[in-house]
T-cell receptor
Framework: RKEVEQDPGPFNVPEGATVAFNCTYS??????FFWYRQDCRKEPKLLMS???SGNEDGRFTAQLNRASQYISLLIRDSKLSDSATYLC????????????FGGGTRLMVKP | ETGVTQTPRHLVMGMTNKKSLKCEQH?????MYWYKQSAKKPLELMFV???????ENNSVPSRFSPECPNSSHLFLHLHTLQPEDSALYLC?????????????FGNGTRLTVT
């Protein structure tokens, strides 16, 4: 079983749609969680951290379910510029500085 | 804009060549990383340096040799690489002491081994 698992997609959605991605992780000792965005042939960039209470940043909402060991990212009112690969990242703070990346979910927003 | 700078952006090398990738961070972080990203694979951690000491090797082949002379600079020395080593090599930095500290990536070196 992969440590961090994501549906690779692609998710093809029209502009304005709401889309949600899930990510599951296997290490129950994981303590920090992030969503990164990676555009084609570019480096990953931090989109948002994920907190236990959930957090929202504009059109983006991230939630954490520790009991079920999954993280979600919700994007409302999709824009063409949201097209990218979204990477789920999990960190075990007791294991040094190891961050484990999921394989990413590709989103394509169409006009 | 990125506080982590990598050079070169692109590199083509033969299997008998020796080259080095360079990374520099201007964020005041004290942990630096090398990641490898191959097509259709998750990012793979290669090396971590925290306070200039290597703390994780992850069983990377010896043809990859990291060097961290100080907390702002990181190198990856390459020699006798194989075609399957062609990938995007990403440098990153972070504050390791902060639990929720994310990684900040450089823009990567796209390496092609011929």
């Amino acid at each position: 079983r992969k440590e961090v698992e994501q549906d690779p997609g692609p998710f093809n959605v029209p502009e304005g749609a709401t889309v949600a991605f899930n990510c599951t992780y296997s290490n129950s000792a994981s303590q920090s969680f992030f969503w990164y965005r990676q555009d084609c042939r570019k480096e990953p960039k931090l989109l948002m951290s994920v907190y236990s209470s959930g957090n929202e940043d504009g059109r983006f909402t991230a939630q954490l379910n520790r009991a079920s060991q999954y993280i979600s990212l919700l994007i409302r009112d999709s824009k063409l510029s949201d097209s990218a690969t979204y990477l789920c990242v999990v960190k075990d703070n007791n294991a040094g500085n190891m961050l484990t990346f999921g394989g990413g979910t590709r989103l394509m927003v169409k006009p | 804009e990125t506080g982590v700078t990598q050079t070169p952006r692109h590199l083509v090398m033969g299997m008998t060549n020796k080259k080095s990738l360079k990374c520099e961070q201007h964020l005041g972080h004290n942990a630096m990383y090398w990641y490898k990203q191959s097509a259709k694979k998750p990012l793979e951690l290669m090396f971590v340096y925290s306070l200039e000491e290597r703390v994780e090797n992850n069983s990377v082949p010896s043809r990859f040799s990291p060097e961290c002379p100080n907390s702002s600079h990181l190198f990856l020395h390459l020699h006798t690489l194989q075609p399957e080593d062609s990938a995007l090599y990403l440098c990153a930095s972070s504050h390791p002491g902060t639990g929720n500290s994310p990684l900040h990536f450089g823009n990567g070196t796209r390496l092609t081994v011929t």
